[in-house]
Every structure is written in C-alpha cells, then in structure tokens.
C-alpha cells in the first residue's frame, strides 16, 4: 500500500546492514518508505577529565560521527535518498525505535537478528526483547538470505493472538505475492502419563481442532492458503516445517509474559528468534492497523 511506512534500526554491525536492506526492498515492493534511525547512548566523561563543550556540543559532535559511520557502512547497501534521510537519536535502541515507529506510524519495525545465551537474554536482553514488551509495532528480524519473500509460514493459536498475526501475516504476503501457509501445533500436554486418569490427551486436542475449525481459520481470508495442523511442541513444529517448506519468513504471534515466566516456561517467538535460520516476523496481540504515515519523503 502506498505510503507504508518501515523502520529500520540500523548501525555499522552487519546485522544493522541486514535490516537497512530487507526495510528498504519490503518498502520499495509496497511502493512505500523506509526510514532509517540509529540510537545514539550518552556520552560519560570520567571525573576529572576537562569539559570539551557544552552537554549540546557533546551531543552534536556523537551524532555527527555516527551518522558519518553509520552512511559509510550501508553506503553500497542502500540508495541515497534512504541514507540521506538517515535519523540518529539518543536512547537506547528498544526505546528509540519503538518511538520512531509511533511518530512515523510505521506498519513493521526490522531490527537485525543477534543471538545470545539464554542467561544474556534474560540478565540483559536484547534490542529484539525489549521492542517486543514496549512496541505493539510488528517486529521483523532479518537474515541475510531475506532477498525475495516468496513463502511465509503464519503460526497460529488458538487463543488471543490469532486475529492479529492472522492479519498481519496476510497484508504482507497480499502485499509481497508471497505464498502463504498457516499452522497450528497440537502441544503436548506436560506430565500427562502422571495425570492419566484426569486428563485425556486426544480430548484436549479435539478440542483445539474445534476452535480452529470454528473461531481461527475463518479469520483467513486467502481461500488459496494451505493450513496444517501438526503435532508437537510449537518450537520444533515451526521449525521443521520452516524448513520443510522452504519458507522464506515465518510469522508468529507474542504471548505477553514475565521475565519469570520466560525463564522457566519459555516462549516459542523468544525460542525462535535463537533458533530459526530464516527470517520471522513477530506479532503483538493488540497490534492494529498503523494510524495515517508521516511524510518523509521517497523510498
């Protein structure tokens, strides 16, 4: 759709290169824009040190270096007009981006994928994390073999998030051509050997196939769309199908949790973003179609 507006968050690492180019070619297949912005931290001057300037000098003299940087690193990688327009701004990453994207009223947010150890994730985290518990925004993390978008995987469940990753799954694959596959895993229920005589298995997912025959896939409106339904843990559902099918992009939804929670349970988006070699897209519940896009110009 004209004036789709995607924002990319860039820096000089090759993972920054990645989102610049996958923002611009989604932008420029959509006839849309792409915006760059680079997050900028606080200089700290050790005490003692004489002053070189004014707090606004400072502030002036880092972002010129690094919008100087930043152009050089993804000059062969992007047109001019998406550099020239290049925005650097001070904050953390998570937190400039997840601005930029509401100003802007961008409709994807891509970010570079960068893996950590589980103990990173959750002692620190990552710029994916963090976006995904402040921004409604759906966030795309590329890889470097997102060129052409021709299959995109769309994970379904039968709970909440449907609707929305439904939604968005759809208008990107409407927009790019791309073929469009949904699935649904049939999760296996922990300790159910213990709880044999309360709980019964095939019950529960006939239930689940119910739902899904009933409240989810009438939510697709691409009657060409396969949908599947398999048996497993999400994760590994996911992946192997992703691999199976060859998909270029896989489209999930987020389930809001706890840091606690997360630790001990885990999430199937946070397990993917570590563990899948393709690209994925991930879907807040509430997100909603992006609010009229700010002017900024050509792709």
Known sequence: MTGTIVVAGVDTSPEGGWAAVTAWRLADAVAGRTALIHAVSDAWIPPGRPPIGTDEDVRAQLAHHASD????????????????????????????????????????????????????????????HQLLRISVTPILVATPTMATVRRMLVAVDVDDTAAATIAAGEHLAAQLGADLRFIHALEPIPYAADLEPYVDVDEVHRASRTILEQRVWPLISDPTADRVVREGSP???????????DADL????????????????????????????????????QAVAPPAPVEIGGT
């Open 235 to 245: 994760t590994a559902v996911i992946e192997v199908e992703a691999r199976a099918w």
């Open 69 to 128: 940087a930043v152009r050089e690193s993804l000059v062969d990688h992007v047109p001019d007009a998406c550099l020239e327009r290049l925005d650097v701004r001070f904050g953390s990453p998570a937190s400039v981006l997840a601005e930029a994207a509401a100003e802007l009223g961008a409709a994807l947010i891509v970010v570079g994928g960068k893996r950590h150890s589980a103990l990173g994730r959750w002692l620190a985290g990552s710029t994916v």
């Open 250 to 285: 896989v489209v999930v939804g987020h389930h809001s949790r706890s840091q606690l929670d997360r630790l001990v349970l885990g999430s199937v988006s946070y397990d993917l973003l570590h563990d899948l070699p393709s690209s994925i897209m991930v879907v807040h519940p």
